[in-house]
């Protein structure tokens, strides 16, 4: 009974662990005191408790950051290089040219005269584009040194010398710019269309160009020599079946009539006097002064006659200096007049040449838009020339009201417009393509043949 009793009565049971601390780490030494050394284990226990993944992402980004980083560094290194470059060049030239500065010294192209004619066609002539100045960083070609002891003097000389070639160089690229020449051809980049003076006499004279020193022309390639075969080809065709007739039939080796007045010759002669052919605009000039008459009982259609006779023989009078063409196109001119007869102003489609008299088509008393509104460039060429304002009066005022005209959609202009009362028929049909495409192409012609003042 002892002895179990005494068993029974054995030691308490305890519910808690204890545990001893050594000195350090009941003085904290090691534990957590916010130490760098305590931050440390605690950002790799971190870092380790992060997925396979989540580290490998992490490591790319900043991969990928340090690689931005270097190639930042290395082009804003390139940009800073090239400024201070800059800066030290500026520095020098200063120092090289005293009380001159010049900025991308341009290096200009010499006039160069053309190479010798070639073949069959001495007279043709082609212009080549100007070259631009090419500027280029660095020393000039002017190779101006700095000055050396006494030689100050002389050298700012010779650098107003170098400076004075320069201007001298631009004029005479200026000068080129505004005189095109083929076989003595005059082409002036910006007319004016203001009221002419009194040029008559002045027009009818030969144009001076043929008196002055032509560059020479330069050899003709493959290319240019086929296409002159083939015009003459074509024109050995006209000249053998429908001499002095509107249009050849080729097949049929005959000819069709329209107004009887040689559309295809007069239409051709520009383009043979530009490809060099004398002997056939020779042979075509005495059928002009000999046979082509305009006092003829015939219709013709205004348009078609503006550009293809009226324009013909003014541009053939340009290239050649000839009096012979702007006479003709002078008279031509004279009797289309009647025409612009309408109560509005707008043209009729058609003139009788012989008799002076004018009509609309035989079906509408309409005209059509682009008609009316394309013959602004040969009759204010032809006041321009003859110093008589009325053939660009006429064409002005038929451009100043279609402008006022309501119909129009965004720009775009119906197709007809009726001569009586000078408004738009057939409102609401637009179109870019027959009886209103030349409309749009000639508000840039005009403009630009008016030096790019007209507000059209």
Known sequence: AAMYSGAAAGPPRRDFISITLGPEEALGVGGYNNSKAWRRRSCWRKWKQLSRLQRSVILFLFAFLAVCGVISYASMGEAWKGITNKSLDDQRAEQEIPRLKLANPAVLPAPQKADASHGDYPELSLQKPPKLPHVRHGPSNLQIKAPQRNTRVKTQHDTMRAVEELVKVDKVEKTEKSIISWRGAVIEPDQSTEPPSNKVTEAEKPSSVEAEDQKEPVPINERQLAVIEAFRH?????KDFAWGHDELKPLSKSYSEWFGLGLTLIDALDT????????????????????????????????????RILGGLLSTY????????????????????????????????????????????????????????SIQLEFRELSRLTGDEKFQKAVDEVMKHVHTLSGKNDGLVPMFINTNSGQF?????????????????YLLKQWIQGGKKENE
Do not use: C, Q
Request: charged share 25%.
């Open 272 to 307: 043979m006097w530009i490809l060099g052919l004398k002997e056939e605009f020779e042979e075509a000039r005495k059928w002009v002064a000999n046979d082509l008459v305009f006092d003829k009982n015939v219709d013709v259609n205004l348009f078609e006659s503006t550009i």
């Open 425 to 441: 028929t057939h409102l609401g049909v637009y179109t870019l393509g027959a009886r209103a495409d030349s409309y749009y192409e």
């Open 318 to 373: 340009h290239l050649s200096g000839d009096s012979l063409f702007l006479e003709k196109a002078k008279d031509i001119g004279n009797r289309l007049m009647p025409a612009f007869k309408t109560p509005s102003k707008i043209p009729y489609s058609d003139v009788n040449i012989g008799r002076g008299t004018a009509h609309p088509p035989r079906w509408t008393s309409d005209s059509t838009v682009a008609e009316v509104t």
């Open 234 to 238: 074509a024109w050995k065709g006209y």
